[in-house]
């Protein structure tokens, strides 16, 4: 098993244009987070998804979208990009998302809007 | 909602000595307590946890401590190795709520 992958691994915006950050998981897991991992502030919350076709706002989910039409694949867009976008974006998954969960974590995509 | 402190932000120790790293949370029902260790380039990936009903718990090196009461827990790194450097997350969580995450340590061993 990949686990959690994710793509790309590193990218640099300009203000205003769009992207796709793209994370598969191939362990069956129901659950799926986005995280944006600020240095000193540790791993903020999104967006999550408790299975295909149903998503939800996390701590800070303004200046993202997200969708999940399949169990596999979670992506998450920024449509107009903002130098407080620049960050480090994990995307995790877990099996049934219930209280005390292992998060197995992708290896992160680092963002960078100029 | 939960607010999770982490301290200290940066640790620097000698190889062989301990580590230790102390979060305290806000929110009393919170029950489950992860600690998650990043190394460079890669996902944070968990490496111990404790739940409320339990005040201490040890896997080899590491071992977690929890004291509910005045709503802090630790992380103790014994005998540390330059393998143990790496960024380390606390994190807590109740019934129905996501992980809260502190701002991360920083550990480095020094050989």
């Known amino acids: 098993n990949a686990g959690v992958t994710q793509t790309p691994k590193f990218r640099i915006l300009k203000i205003g244009q769009s992207m796709t950050l793209q994370c598969a998981q191939d362990m069956n897991h129901n659950y799926m987070y986005w995280y944006r991992q600020d240095p000193g502030?540790?791993?903020?919350?999104?967006?999550?998804?408790?299975?295909a076709g149903i998503t939800d706002k996390g701590e800070v989910p303004n200046g993202y979208n997200v969708s999940r039409s399949?169990?596999?694949?979670?992506?998450?867009?920024?449509?107009?990009?903002?130098?407080?976008q620049t960050s480090v974006y994990?995307?995790?998954?877990?099996?049934?998302?219930?209280?005390?969960?292992?998060?197995?974590?992708?290896?992160?995509t680092q963002l960078s809007v100029l | 909602g939960e607010n999770v402190e982490q301290h200290p932000s940066t640790l620097s120790v000698q190889e062989g000595?301990?580590?230790?790293?102390?979060?305290?949370?806000?929110?009393?029902?919170s029950n489950y307590f992860p600690w998650y260790k990043q190394e460079?380039?890669?996902?944070?990936?968990?490496?111990?946890?404790?739940?409320?009903?339990?005040?201490?718990?040890?896997?080899?090196?590491?071992?977690?401590?929890?004291?509910?009461?005045?709503?802090?827990?630790?992380?103790?790194?014994?005998?540390t190795q330059p393998e143990d450097s790496a960024?380390?997350?606390?994190?807590?969580?109740?019934?129905?709520?996501?992980?809260?995450?502190?701002?991360?340590?920083?550990?480095?061993?020094?050989?």
Do not use: W
């Open chain 1, 41 to 51: 502030m540790g791993l903020k919350l999104i967006y999550y998804s408790v299975g």
């Open chain 1, 70 to 84: 399949t169990t596999e694949d979670f992506p998450l867009r920024l449509e107009l990009a903002a130098p407080s």
């Open chain 1, 90 to 108: 994990f995307c995790a998954s877990s099996q049934l998302g219930g209280e005390g969960e292992k998060l197995f974590f992708g290896s992160g």
């Open chain 2, 17 to 29: 000595d301990s580590a230790v790293i102390k979060c305290t949370y806000s929110d009393s029902a």
């Open chain 2, 40 to 79: 460079l380039g890669k996902g944070p990936q968990l490496i111990i946890d404790i739940r409320s009903n339990v005040g201490e718990k040890k896997d080899q090196r590491i071992a977690v401590t929890l004291n509910k009461t005045a709503k802090h827990f630790s992380l103790h790194i014994t005998e």
């Open chain 2, 87 to 111: 960024v380390y997350f606390c994190a807590a969580s109740n019934p129905g709520n996501k992980l809260t995450f502190g701002g991360g340590t920083r550990v480095l061993v020094k050989p």
